[in-house]
């Protein structure tokens, strides 16, 4: 019980449920190791200078300009649903700049994230279908958009779950253990390599891919 009731003490402060992610891959390193535990909060709640409009997330090209940062970079570490579908894995990435629907962004993406395109028509998702954050791992050597084979879309504001704002190392490493020594008939999996989590109803952490 009492691990229930410290559950719904962070689910008070972050507003999101479950309020702590287990990253389970390396691609936010060094900011965040396989195994770390993140504290998630509400993205309209405590919101940065530069944040877009009413979403509550500040995206790196606007922390550049206002000096808001977080993870030791500027901009947001946002947990979001990958084409919006709950039954993927959370990817923790960074919000790199917004688009607009139907936007050419390649005109303002860093050239040396978009891989070996040379114009927009060279670029998965754009001209951007809709308007949403162009998402990126730290550790990444490229846009999560970029290549017709990207797992995402620009970002819409309905599929962000929220942002990250702490972390503690390695206590994910529970979480994630757990998940490796379940039964597969226990577990809510998808046939894809990476495991797709269940609805949390307990104060566990859900895993986050990065």
């Not at 509550?56 to 570490?77: I, K, L």
């Not at 279908?129 to 999560?144: E, L, S, W």
């Not at 290549?147 to 970002?155: D, E, Y």
Request: glycine content about 10%; charged content about 20%; aromatic content about 8%.
């Amino acid at each position: 019980m009492w691990a229930v009731g410290i559950g719904l003490l962070l689910f008070a402060v972050s507003g999101v449920w479950p309020p702590m992610v287990a990253v389970e891959s390396g691609s936010m390193e060094p900011q965040m190791e396989r195994g770390d535990l993140v504290f998630v909060l509400e993205e309209d709640r405590l919101a940065g200078d530069g944040s877009h409009e009413d979403t509550g997330v500040v995206t790196h090209r606007a922390g550049m300009e206002s000096g808001y940062s977080e993870f030791n970079e500027p901009g947001d570490v946002i947990i979001f649903k990958p084409n919006g579908d709950s039954r993927e894995t959370p990817i923790i990435h960074r919000a790199m700049f917004w688009v607009d629907e139907g936007e050419n962004w390649y005109d303002e993406a860093n050239p040396d994230y978009v891989g070996s395109a040379n114009d927009c028509e060279q670029l998965a998702n754009c001209p951007a279908p809709h308007a949403g954050f162009i998402t990126k791992g730290d550790n990444n050597g490229g846009y999560d958009q970029v290549g017709f084979g990207a797992h995402t879309g620009p970002v819409k504001p309905s599929w962000v779950v929220g942002k990250a704002k702490l972390k503690i190392p390695w206590l994910g490493h529970v979480r994630l253990q757990f998940a490796v020594a379940t039964p597969p008939e226990l577990l809510d999996t998808d046939p894809a390599p990476e495991p797709r989590p269940a609805m949390n109803t307990s104060a566990n952490p859900i895993a986050v891919s990065t």
